[in-house]
């Protein structure tokens, strides 16, 4: 698990004590969110019956905090398995209990993935509408994480709009933030994001820099989902700098990694990379055969983002094939979708496509309209404007991290310097008090040696003096045993 989701694990058990639940509940629900960490990114279906038994157990006690959770974490799921109609009535459900029960990071949770889901079926206006009720929240809570990761969902949003620019700009603004507080999480996408400003303005090899740098933190990370993006940006640079090889292995890639976990929205992403990198090779029958099968899931599920770029590459195949009415149906759909979201790069090519289409059909009137919207809606000028904006940003960015990182070093050395200068201190104070100790010792020494020299020399006058006492006591006896008669001469005299 993430630190943030350890977090908010530690919130959710927090919050469970002080409703006074027993410990087993308490444990009951951290399995349950320990359970989503685990199996979000590798067991879709085996996350699912867990989730759903994580909301029936919220429902027998009626507790609308971990019910709002429960009901967002399923609809997650849905959303990575490309069950968008599923997805915002769960999301509504989370949002009615996270708004019962003052959960304020739930409810944002859910705003955003509702944004995310009216992004994926194409619909960029209500989208953006809950990005910014998310935004919004966040602010009212100080939540500069789910603020800084909103700016990621609103640069995509830019992004299919050709709005290059703001888009890099809303990205970089996040990733100072994100590289600051080491959330690779949000790091990955926002590098991602800036991979695909500079490749929608055409700088290929400067969104290659991006794209592996976030393709380096996912595979580190294990972000499987957001891996099947980054192959199919990788891809689309490459396809673009006419290196094919490269185009198809990182495709490979990403059908792999998208079919493990089961993640439809980038497997059929990448059927259609695929067709059209098969048209660059010119096997237009078999891009047909891919852009079929991607165009059946995506109405299917609604996926409306990506059908205008699909439309496109099929209405290609068809003019190549010299299938011109299909060409133009396939074209008319495209511009159709395109419209819709705002993706004014699709919409002319797809106006150019349709002028050569015309012309070839000796249609010179339908050639010509589409050729001046052709004009109308290239945004070539204005892509060298956004291409300029971008690299100032990233200027601007590196230099401001050089600025914070010769600030650090100089902050460190500084930290040292004082350091070093304390360990002086320290080292010539204890080296003065080891002298004192040293001197104070010889000192103690000598006058030890000199007071037990007096000792023993008054011990030896002692023993002299206790000698002489001895001596004359021994001389004395001797005297008086001389002059005084003995025992046996008094016994005899004296009866």
Same mark, same amino acid.
């Given at each position: 698990?993430?630190?943030?989701?350890?977090?908010?694990?530690?919130?959710?058990?927090?919050?469970?004590?002080?409703?006074?639940? +027993?410990?087993?509940? /308490?444990?009951?629900?951290?399995?349950?969110?320990?359970?989503?960490?685990?199996?979000?990114?590798?067991?879709?279906?085996?996350?699912?019956?867990?989730?759903?038994?994580?909301?029936?157990?919220?429902?027998?006690?009626?507790?609308?905090?971990?019910?709002?959770?429960?009901?967002?974490?399923?609809?997650?799921?849905?959303?990575?398995?490309?069950?968008?109609?599923?997805?915002?009535?769960?999301?509504?459900? *989370?949002?009615?209990?996270?708004?019962?029960?003052?959960?304020?990071?739930?409810?944002?949770?859910?705003?955003?993935?509702?944004?995310?889901?009216?992004?994926?079926? @194409?619909?960029?206006?209500?989208?953006?509408?809950?990005?910014?009720?998310?935004?919004?929240?966040?602010?009212?809570?100080?939540? /500069?994480?789910?603020?800084?990761?909103? &700016?990621?969902?609103?640069?995509?949003?830019?992004?299919?709009? @050709?709005?290059y620019f703001k888009s890099a700009d809303m990205n970089f603004k996040s990733l100072a933030y994100f590289e600051k507080t080491k959330d690779t999480f949000n790091l990955t996408a926002s590098l991602s994001s800036i991979g695909s400003a500079y490749r929608g303005a055409k700088d290929y090899r400067s969104a290659l820099k991006f794209l592996y740098k976030a393709e380096k933190l996912a595979k580190l990370k294990n972000y499987s989902y957001d891996l099947g993006g980054i192959y199919n940006d990788i891809a689309y640079c490459y396809q673009e700098l006419n290196k094919l090889d490269s185009v198809w292995l990182n495709l490979e890639f990403a059908e792999i990694v998208s079919s493990q976990i089961k993640d439809d929205f980038?497997?059929?992403?990448?059927?259609?990379?695929?067709? +059209?990198?098969?048209?660059?090779?010119?096997?237009?029958?078999?891009?047909?055969?891919?852009?079929?099968?991607?165009?059946?899931?995506?109405?299917?599920?609604?996926?409306?983002?990506?059908?205008?770029?699909?439309?496109?590459?099929?209405?290609?195949?068809?003019?190549?094939?010299?299938?011109?009415? +299909? %060409?133009?149906?396939?074209?008319?759909? @495209?511009?159709?979708?395109?419209?819709?979201?705002?993706?004014?790069?699709?919409?002319?090519?797809?106006?150019?496509?349709?002028?050569?289409?015309?012309?070839?059909?000796?249609?010179?009137?339908?050639?010509?309209?589409?050729?001046?919207?052709?004009?109308?809606? *290239?945004?070539?000028?204005?892509?060298?404007?956004?291409?300029? @904006?971008? /690299?100032?940003?990233?200027?601007?960015?590196?230099?401001?991290?050089?600025?914070?990182?010769?600030?650090?070093?100089?902050?460190?050395?500084?930290?040292?310097?004082?350091?070093?200068?304390?360990?002086?201190?320290?080292?010539?104070?204890?080296?003065?008090?080891?002298?004192?100790?040293?001197?104070?010792?010889?000192?103690?020494?000598?006058?030890?040696?000199?007071?037990? %020299?007096?000792?023993?020399?008054?011990?030896?006058?002692?023993?002299?003096?206790?000698?002489?006492?001895?001596?004359?006591?021994?001389?004395?006896?001797?005297?008086?045993?001389?002059?005084?008669?003995?025992?046996? &001469?008094?016994?005899?005299?004296?009866?």
């Open positions: 698990m993430d630190s943030f989701d350890k977090k908010i694990v530690l919130i959710l058990l927090i919050f469970a004590f002080k409703k006074g639940f +027993s410990q087993n509940d /308490s444990i009951l629900y951290k399995n349950y969110i320990v359970a989503y960490q685990d199996q979000v990114n590798k067991d879709l279906d085996k996350c699912l019956m867990k989730m759903n038994e994580y909301k029936t157990s919220a429902e027998q006690r009626y507790d609308k905090f971990f019910l709002a959770d429960a009901y967002y974490k399923i609809a997650v799921v849905y959303y990575k398995k490309s069950l968008f109609s599923q997805v915002k009535e769960y999301a509504d459900e *989370s949002i009615k209990y996270a708004k019962l029960s003052n959960n304020s990071s739930v409810l944002m949770n859910a705003y955003n993935l509702i944004g995310a889901n009216y992004y994926n079926l @194409g619909n960029l206006t209500l989208a953006e509408s809950y990005y910014s009720k998310k935004i919004n929240i966040a602010q009212t809570v100080n939540d /500069s994480v789910k603020e800084f990761e909103t &700016y990621y969902n609103l640069g995509l949003i830019y992004l299919q709009r @050709g709005e980038h497997y059929y992403m990448t059927l259609t990379s695929k067709a +059209s990198c098969l048209n660059k090779l010119g096997r237009y029958r078999e891009s047909l055969k891919y852009c079929l099968v991607s165009e059946k899931f995506n109405l299917e599920n609604q996926s409306e983002i990506s059908l205008f770029n699909l439309y496109g590459i099929m209405g290609e195949s068809y003019f190549h094939l010299n299938l011109l009415d +299909s %060409a133009l149906i396939a074209n008319y759909k @495209g511009n159709y979708y395109s419209k819709k979201q705002g993706a004014y790069k699709a919409l002319s090519d797809n106006c150019h496509l349709l002028s050569t289409i015309f012309e070839k059909k000796n249609k010179t009137d339908s050639a010509l309209k589409y050729l001046k919207l052709y004009v109308v809606f *290239s945004d070539s000028t204005q892509k060298a404007e956004q291409l300029r @904006g971008i /690299s100032q940003k990233e200027f601007l960015f590196e230099k401001q991290n050089q600025e914070n990182l010769r600030a650090k070093e100089k902050q460190l050395a500084s930290v040292k310097l004082a350091q070093q200068k304390r360990i002086n201190v320290i080292v010539s104070v204890a080296s003065v008090l080891l002298l004192v100790l040293i001197i104070i010792g010889i000192i103690n020494y000598k006058q030890k040696q000199k007071a037990n %020299a007096l000792v023993l020399e008054q011990k030896k006058l002692l023993e002299h003096k206790q000698k002489e006492i001895i001596d004359s006591i021994n001389y004395a006896k001797r005297i008086q045993n001389a002059l005084l008669p003995t025992k046996k &001469y008094i016994h005899k005299y004296l009866k």
